[in-house]
């Protein structure tokens, strides 16, 4: 307590009286003093309730040991102020000045100032008395915290096994916690208590804490799924695609333009289902080519004759997912994305915010990196989810991480750890994805005979919008032009195209439907090598033209081709149109070697006596492409995890693993199904189109699967990766070791050693090695349906 006696009292007031800018101060630390006391002590213990959140104690003991502090260091301030008024009153009391100011101010000037130093001392007293009040209640509060609910405050990191990155994950939090907002979202605070809670109850790296309310209500079971219907409007989705970028404009007007032939394929699929159409399901579709944050290159470029081969494609996903009944939410944006998905405030390291409400999620590349990059730990756990649209596709030895680094297959978008079928491709030329597609227009009978009537023979078009595509073609085009009339669609805005010879008539871009109306006169729809595995040949032949296309010697691939380096794939490329020359082939299509001369002129003269009808294969059609996507939905499931493959040492002869499903095929040439051999219900195809074949050192499983008309299929790989399996066809195996390579199972047969396949995402179709013979699994499939077997649907 301060007690001052009555010559200090004298001292005070003529201080006061005589130092106006004092006595201001002096009534100013009061006030404040006064105010500090009503709102931070008034509202410290009555605004919160303990349990408010999951770090309320903490914050609370913490903000009220920082006023404790607050009122001792009034306190002192308010003693040390009292002090120096002292020595100032001593001071006045030597010089001349004060003593004739003194018998000049009557004695009534004083009162006022003897009143307010009886309340500065009256204020300081009760400073004093609160903050021993203040400590006397904290520490009540913090022994009845600690007594019930442990040691909240002491908290130290547990030492369980089964969570041995506990220790090193807090290591790193007391480190980095403040290096993204979304931990203090969370509410972390720098305390080892509330790092101990966000890893064991928003991440799961460390046990839960044996003092946390782990009691928590049940939840109320799901609401029944409902079933998918099939539409038999697609305006609601026009407005679900939005507006403001060309890019949508391009896609809704395809949509338009197809939305009859979308509605009869979806009622004749309709039909034939025959109401097995399954559970709706919550779909996002996020189109991360068309975000401002990557580039977004596409949507400048639609109308100067930019690829418009991923549009054409997301168009006719976006369409097929709709009329099948399911809930769809489209964004292109980032801001949408991390809305939509419960992204937490910050720079992506934490989890959601609540469980992902969709069942799947249809990207691309570019959306798959920025759902990585905001996702956090979200990501490992839902990426099973993602289907990532791909046009070229990825291959399993680019898509592990530790495999593609070890071994050298450098990419620039691989090392996802997915599974090989949550990629989709454009065209079914990589067995190890799943095949999208899209869908060209279909043609009635009636359409068809009038184009057939109203071609012209001698016309041919050029394959190529972008002026660089012609550049050098002068040869060829020079002995095209011989035979036929060629014309172009050579985007330019101002002056002719110089790449463009003055013989070839150019239309300059062209919109979807007067395209088609060329195609449909044209004889001859001719490709220069580039672009690659585009739509335009489907429509073209579709539309009644014969595609001519150069030969690749050697074929192209990402070892001598700048166009694939750093694609996620090996795979060689023989033609500007692989699918066209394998699938279609003669007479609608032709592939020839345009550095010889003969060959070419030979073709084209071939060609103009050639009749041919307008053809497209039913994988493409609307029908075909909604029987697809409806078979993935129902059945790819990559969520749910598969038995692991044995294990690579020994077995005892007490645990020797169960008679082969197989069975050698009565020609004894391959593998079959045993029709004595238990179905497995996971299995999808279903497993009794298996066939297992020994591939050439040569071939890939690809290629020798294609080879006796089936496809090589590798969901079927886990039946194949046994040993028995090489006893089955007679092969020896000296020796049988479990290695991370993508062509085994297979065998070397020059030293008899056979080789098992030990990590099951590199299970591959693609690859191979003159040293091994690999064990290659085929299946049927379903005529112009290759991605579906015969008993798929």
């Known amino acids: 307590m301060i007690t001052v006696n009555a010559d200090g009292k004298i001292m005070v007031r003529r201080c006061l009286v005589t130092l106006r800018p004092f006595r201001i101060f002096v009534l100013g630390i009061g006030f404040f003093t006064l105010c500090f006391l009503m709102t931070s002590l008034g509202g ?82 009760n400073v004093s008395d609160i903050a021993i009040k203040v400590d006397q209640i904290l520490r009540n509060s913090l022994m009845n915290a600690k007594m019930g609910d442990g040691r909240r405050d002491q908290c130290e990191v547990p030492r369980d096994p089964k969570y041995p990155d506990c220790a090193g994950k807090v290591e790193w939090m007391r480190a980095r916690w403040t290096s993204d907002p979304c931990y203090a979202f969370f509410g972390v605070d720098g305390t080892e208590c509330s790092f101990l809670i966000y890893l064991s109850e928003v991440e799961w790296f460390c046990p839960p804490l044996p003092w946390r309310n782990q009691t928590a209500a049940p939840s109320p079971p799901p609401p029944p799924r409902a079933q998918a219907a099939f539409r038999s409007d697609l305006a609601p989705l026009l407005e679900l695609v939005g507006t403001g970028k060309e890019s949508l404009s391009f896609m809704k007007k395809r949509i338009r333009h197809l939305a009859q032939q979308w509605l009869r394929a979806a009622r004749r699929l309709e039909q034939k289902l025959k109401g097995r159409q399954g559970d709706q399901k ?282 694939f380096r750093g694609k996620p794939t090996s795979r060689e490329v023989s033609s500007q149109h692989p699918y066209a020359e394998d699938f279609i082939g003669k007479p609608h299509v032709w592939t020839v070697d345009y550095n010889n001369s003969e060959e070419f002129e030979a073709a084209i003269k071939t060609i103009m006596r050639t009749q041919v009808d307008p053809y497209l294969p039913y994988e493409y059609t609307c029908e075909g492409m909604l029987e697809r996507i409806h078979a993935y939905i129902q059945h790819q499931d990559f969520c749910t995890t598969l038995p692991p493959p044995p294990p690579a040492k020994a077995q005892s002869p007490a645990m020797q693993s169960p008679p082969s499903p197989l069975a050698l095929s009565p020609n004894a040439t391959h593998l079959v199904w045993s029709p004595s051999a238990r179905r497995d219900p996971r299995s999808w195809p279903p497993a009794d189109s298996l066939q297992v074949w020994l591939s050439e050192g040569r071939h890939a499983c690809t290629e020798t699967c294609r080879r006796r008309g089936l496809v090589c299929e590798p969901t079927f790989f886990r039946f194949l990766n046994k040993k028995e399996v090489f006893l089955q066809l007679s092969i020896t195996c000296d020796s049988t070791e479990y290695e991370m390579n993508h062509l085994y199972p297979a065998v070397a047969e020059n030293v008899h050693e056979c080789y098992l396949q030990k990590e099951p995402l590199l299970f591959s179709c693609a690859g191979h090695n003159t040293k091994y013979r690999r064990l290659c699994p085929c299946r049927d499939y379903r005529e112009g349906q290759v991605a579906l077997c015969r008993d798929c649907l």
């Open 44 to 125: 410290q213990f009555s605004a919160k309730r303990l349990g408010d959140s999951p770090f309320t104690i903490r914050t609370e003991v913490m903000g009220a040991l920082e006023s404790r502090g607050v009122l001792r260091r009034m306190s002192d301030m308010l003693e040390l102020l009292m002090k120096r008024m002292d020595i100032l009153a001593r001071l006045e009391n030597g010089t001349d000045f004060h003593k004739g100011d003194e018998a000049r101010f009557p004695l009534d000037r004083f009162q006022p100032a003897a009143g307010l130093m009886e309340r500065i001392q009256a204020i300081a007293q």
């Open 282 to 563: 919550h779909i996002l579709i996020h189109i991360g080519f068309l975000t401002e944050e990557s580039g977004d290159v596409f949507s400048p470029r639609v109308l100067k004759g930019g690829p418009l081969g991923e549009m054409v494609q997301w168009a006719d996903i976006l369409a097929a997912l709709f009329l099948l009944g399911h809930s769809l939410k489209v964004t292109v944006s980032l801001k949408e994305l991390q809305s939509n998905l419960g992204v937490p405030p910050g720079r992506g390291n934490c989890p959601l915010t609540n469980p992902l409400p969709f069942d799947l999620i249809y990207t691309d590349y570019h959306g798959l990196q920025q759902m990585k990059q905001h996702m956090g730990l979200s990501f490992k756990k839902y990426r099973c989810r993602v289907r990532v649209i791909d046009t070229f596709g990825t291959e399993p030895a680019y898509n592990h991480e530790e495999y593609a680094t070890l071994r050298g297959f450098r990419t620039n978008w691989g090392y996802w750890n997915l599974h090989p079928s949550q990629f989709m491709t454009m065209f079914p030329h990589t067995p190890d994805n799943s095949f999208m597609g899209f869908v060209s227009e279909e043609l009635n009978q009636t359409e068809r005979q009038r184009i057939k009537s109203n071609k012209v023979g001698s016309m041919a078009v050029v394959y190529g919008k972008e002026a660089s595509i012609w550049k050098g073609k002068e040869k060829f085009l020079a002995i095209l032009n011989k035979y036929m009339e060629i014309h172009g669609t050579v985007y330019y805005e101002t002056q002719r195209p110089p790449e463009v010879p003055a013989f070839v008539k150019n239309h300059g871009l062209l919109p979807q439907h007067e395209f088609q109306q060329l195609l449909r006169k044209a004889k001859l729809f001719i490709g220069f090598g580039f672009p690659y595995e585009g739509p335009a040949p489907l429509e073209a032949i579709a539309n009644g033209c014969v595609f001519l296309q150069a030969r690749f010697n050697p074929p192209h691939s990402s070892l001598n081709h700048e166009f």
